[in-house]
């Protein structure tokens, strides 16, 4: 069979797919043009896609009859791939839960601690050469110990993120779900978004992206915010409404935002970069090699049971 890969991949995920297909890999790291995302589903038994690669229903039309039969993507989140519209053309879908988890879950404390802390502003005023020295007052943030940290969305990446706010940091866990959770740590589910954003110190974000969610943080929840709060978002870009972000940082009516995703990914606002009180990463949730590994590996084995004819590990 002919495996089609969208993305240089570590050479683990490599050595394991050339071992069952005949793979092509693409050697590019910019996403999929429509008519490259038609050939692929023309020429190739499976395509393991990736965040960028927008499979929309248009993508799909007409490729009823077309060799691909599934999209084996690489990473959790799917909400580039119109799931509903690759069904109606024979085509499954599947992701990667479970190996982002932790990782994801660490850089989301990470922006915490970096939000809160000001580290980022610490660290472009050493290299400034202005910094001083040390004093009493100098660059006081936020303590995150017996504060209290409000995660949207409880699913694994939530739960993993309430873990170490709780357990390494002290803090108190609040959360907004669709549905009651069984949890193994303290944690109290509130009413509405609207009590969890003006209740807690931390907002951090972690639900699935797509039409659902987009903006689902917008001008009213940030408004509802303490003024010392910190907004974190390690989900989707689109889920927060980048614009009222902005406003209500250079207006200073948040105390901070720490991103790792961005509504128009990856071009980020100039007028987000000038300011000092939001940590921006360019999107490193999963960078780590073994991670990423993990998830590669995981993609082809969802090739590798479709090519022996057995049930899809983890299909969307």
Known sequence: ???????PMPDRVLDRARAFFNVTLREQNTALKKGEMRAALVLYDVV???LGDLFTAEVFDGMEDSRCRLLANFGVGYNHIDVAAARAAGIAVTNTPGA?????????????LMSARRAGEGERLVRS???TGWHPTQMLGLHLGGKTCGI???GRIGQAIARRAHYGLGMKVIYHNRSARALDMPARQVGSLAELMASADCVVIAVPGGPE????????ELAAMRPHAR???IARGDVVDEAALIAALQAGRIGGAGLDVYEFEPDVPEALCALENVVLLPHLGTAALDVREEMGLMAVENAIAYLEGRDLQNPV
């Open 48 to 50: 393991i896609p990736t």
């Open 213 to 220: 969610t987009r903006h689902l943080v917008g001008e009213a």
């Open 129 to 131: 050469g202005h910094w």
């Open 152 to 154: 949207v969305g409880m």
């Open 231 to 233: 907004l974190i978002n």
């Open 1 to 7: 069979m002919e495996l089609y890969i969208t993305r």
């Open 100 to 112: 982002v988890t932790d990782a994801t879950a660490d850089i989301a404390l990470m922006l915490m």
